[in-house]
């Protein structure tokens, strides 16, 4: 079967959300792109249980406090990445409105929230637990630490997301 799937980013300026877009589909780590203003679209066809899947991955470009592009971004998304900051504890705090936003545009879609720079290990406010009870409490089946830096669990978590997705949408 083919499945052509919009998954969409989401989580305060910062946290890395391009970078983990830009891990996955080219498999590099890079310092100097800089935040474009609006969205940026990116495309990735990969192969999942036999199946072609073509994700079109959708990533707010320095655009996150406005709220006017949101409906536009979320709308027909199968799934979310959530991203937070696992060295910034307000990234953390700020997860209940992005998860918010989603649930209530994008009913019944899965989620994979992401603890993401765990190679700042000294700097880490967030520990793994609390973002596992947090996840448990949102009703959240997946939660997954990773890198964008050194590419831990990157690849992992998109694939994660995309199965459900996939799952969902069939
Ligand atoms: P955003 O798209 O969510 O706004 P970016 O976030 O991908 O633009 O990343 C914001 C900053 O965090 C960037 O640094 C980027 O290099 C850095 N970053 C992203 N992911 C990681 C990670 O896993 N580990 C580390 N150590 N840094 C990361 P600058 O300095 O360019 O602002
Ligand atoms: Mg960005």
Do not use: H
């Not at 499945?3 to 300026?13: M, Q, S, T």
């Not at 799934?79 to 209530?104: H, M």
């Amino acid at each position: 079967m083919e499945y052509i799937l919009k998954i969409v980013l989401l989580g305060d300026a910062g946290v890395g959300k391009t970078s983990l877009v830009y891990r996955f589909i080219e498999n590099r780590f890079s310092t100097d792109f800089k935040s474009t203003l609006g969205v940026n679209l990116l495309k990735r066809t990969i192969e999942i249980d036999g199946n072609q899947v073509t994700t079109q991955i959708w990533d707010l470009g320095g655009q996150e406090a406005y709220k006017k592009l949101r409906k536009l971004y979320l709308e027909g998304a199968s799934g979310a990445l959530v991203v937070y900051d696992v060295t910034s504890e307000s990234s953390f705090q700020n997860l209940n409105e992005w998860i918010n936003s989603f649930k209530e545009t994008r009913t019944e879609c899965p989620i994979v929230l992401i603890g993401n720079k765990t190679d700042l290990s000294q700097l880490r406010k967030v520990t793994q637990d609390q973002a596992k009870t947090y996840a448990k409490e949102k009703n959240i089946l997946d939660f997954i630490e990773t890198s964008a830096k050194t590419g831990e669990n990157v690849e992992v978590a998109f694939k994660n997301l995309i199965r459900k997705a996939m799952l969902k949408g069939s």
